[in-house]
């Protein structure tokens, strides 16, 4: 057995015991279940007990890569140890941990080997990190703030302010990204690892508490530094390298963000189907927006999945495909939400239930950065590429290796430091371009052979007239890549890379519900309706098809991901 495939086992197990610890999350004995994190919310705070627990489970140690003494191998298998949490609460999932990795991500990629062990050991053992990041051209005022820095004997001087840091009265680090040079440019921003217990004590000032809208049991505060001494050895990698490990960073946090609140929609789908259920109105309508969303999710983690392991695969090209699963997924799954209130109706709002989890996660999204901050910072990645890839790209590149979309398959380490800012290509366009070669040369008969060619067609027509498009275009024309046009065209390109992700990931499965056509020719159905393609009629039963695996995987308590993987809460009624 290899030592991928070990790793792979442990993931599994690690992740089915915290499942099982955390307990069935719609029982409202539970003191860790949706009753006692909805009232932890209330009252503007995470719920202790639930902290407790993956402090018993050595959560931290998830965040710390296996090179550095902790458990994360590769981010796909992070991802599944963070949707048992997310199932249940977003804040808690940020709180409790995703923000400390993202803290610590750049001194992962690029620190010293003294601040990888010393970061490394505060995360294992349960301390939190805090980021400080730049400023942000298109972020909200929640968002702005900076922090300068200049030289001072054999050190610097910091001074600005932050307003608002998730975890600031809790860090036992922080990783500030500090502009070292007045003039503007990609190297004026540099990463400092600072340890609040050591900076002077009239330096750094921590400011009160922010109360926020989303995410109210995170702790937002912020930094106040003024002629904030630090030492020289608290910069991360080189001076001027801010903004390139905060593009480098950034792709990992863009995944993990996207992965792990696809098991947030999860719940909400599982509470729609018991609201439809127990009121006996499981009607056609109703059919027809739960397994949507069904076939949404699968197609999001389809695409999800297929990024997360090009981390560790393709670490050359996964920043555009993880800029493009940021950018159309979080959208895809609020349509989700808006659709399954139409389902859940008031109950959806309700303070005391899972179908209150509705309500919370509507406020937690933006707060998570799925917000219009986090759709500029990624159209700022794909728009300028658009062009190069229409001419050197699409049509052209050779399809990705299948292990890309296998969720079984070993990947090698996560390796920060190898992932790349530019150039690398379009994977998820040549995944397209393969699979519908191979349909149109596969001539099943049958409505779901002649769905499947008719949608694959028209999606990878619909990329040639984007490249088209995109040719028109001269790359580094300022003018042109800043003109109304270019948001619809990333978003067309977001749109396709998923596309060609779901039907890659189902041309990997040989057996069970994943190799059965109806959910792809659902998903492919509602995706090609954004793009306003022109599609075949749905086969007769396809939405039978996929309420039934939905419904049989509600009362078997499986998630309803790729995975399915076994729950803590009992479906059945």
Request: hydrophobic letters at 45%; one cysteine or more.
């Amino acid at each position: 057995m290899t030592v991928g495939t070990l790793l792979e086992e442990t993931v599994h197990h690690r992740a089915a015991r915290l499942e099982h610890r955390l307990g069935d999350p719609g029982d409202p004995a539970n003191p860790l279940g949706f009753r006692a994190l909805l009232a932890a919310d209330d009252d503007c705070e995470l719920l202790p007990e639930a902290e407790e627990l993956l402090d018993d489970e050595g959560y931290g140690a998830e965040l710390v890569p296996v090179a550095l003494g902790g458990r994360l191998h590769d981010a796909d298998g992070l991802v599944r140890m963070l949707r048992p949490v997310f199932r249940r609460d977003v804040a808690l999932g940020f709180g409790y941990g995703i923000t400390s990795l993202f803290a610590a991500a750049p001194v992962f990629a690029a620190g010293s080997p003294g601040q990888q062990g010393a970061v490394a050991r505060l995360l294992a053992s349960g301390g939190r990190a805090a980021i400080v990041h730049r400023s942000l051209a298109h972020g909200t005022a929640m968002l702005r703030g900076e922090v300068d820095a200049m030289p001072y004997g054999d050190g610097y001087l910091l001074r600005g302010r932050k307003d608002v840091v998730i975890n600031a009265e809790r860090a036992g680090a922080v990783v500030a990204y500090v502009r070292t040079d007045p003039a503007p440019g990609p190297a004026a921003h540099s990463v400092f690892l600072l340890d609040p217990g050591q900076l002077p004590g009239e330096g750094l000032r921590l400011l009160t508490r922010r109360p926020t809208t989303g995410m109210r049991g995170c702790r937002f505060a912020g930094y106040e530094f003024a002629d904030c001494r630090v030492p020289g050895d608290a910069l991360v990698g080189a001076e001027g390298t801010g903004v390139r490990l905060a593009l480098r960073t950034f792709q990992l946090n863009r995944t993990l963000i996207t992965g792990a609140v696809i098991a947030s929609v999860d719940t909400v789908l599982r509470a729609a189907v018991r609201a439809a259920l127990a009121t006996g109105t499981l009607g056609k309508r109703q059919r027809g927006v739960l397994a949507g969303v069904f076939a949404d999710l699968l197609a999001s983690d389809s695409c999800a999945v297929a990024v997360l392991r090009a981390l560790s695969l393709l670490p050359n090209s996964a920043h555009l495909a993880a800029a493009g699963l940021k950018y159309l997924v979080p959208d895809l799954l609020r349509d989700d939400l808006e659709e399954l209130a139409t389902v859940l109706g008031a109950g959806g709002y309700s303070r005391d239930t899972d179908q209150g989890m509705l309500s919370k996660l509507l406020r937690d999204l933006p707060a998570a950065g799925l917000g219009h901050a986090g759709t500029a910072s990624c159209q700022a990645v794909v728009i300028p590429q658009l062009p190069l890839l229409a001419r050197e790209s699409w049509g052209t590149e050779p399809e990705p290796p299948p292990a890309l979309f296998r969720p079984d398959a070993q990947v090698p380490a996560l390796d920060l430091a190898a992932l790349q800012v530019a150039g690398g290509g379009d994977f998820l366009a040549a995944a397209l371009s393969a699979s519908t070669a191979r349909l149109a040369e596969n001539r099943t008969p049958g409505p779901y052979g002649e769905a499947l060619r008719a949608l694959a067609a028209a999606f990878r027509a619909a990329l040639l007239d984007l490249r088209d498009s995109c040719r028109a275009l001269e790359p580094g024309d300022r003018a042109a890549l800043t003109s109304p046009a270019m948001p619809a065209l990333a978003d067309r390109h977001a749109v396709l890379g998923t596309a060609g992700a779901a039907l890659a990931a189902w041309e990997q499965r040989t057996d069970g519900f994943l190799a059965d056509p109806a959910w792809l020719v659902l998903a492919l159905h509602r995706l090609g309706r954004r793009l306003g393609l022109t599609l075949p009629p749905l086969p007769a039963d396809c939405v039978d098809r996929v309420t039934e695996e939905l419904l049989a995987r509600f009362r078997a308590g499986r998630g309803l991901d790729l995975h399915g993987a076994p729950l803590a809460e009992a479906g059945a009624l």
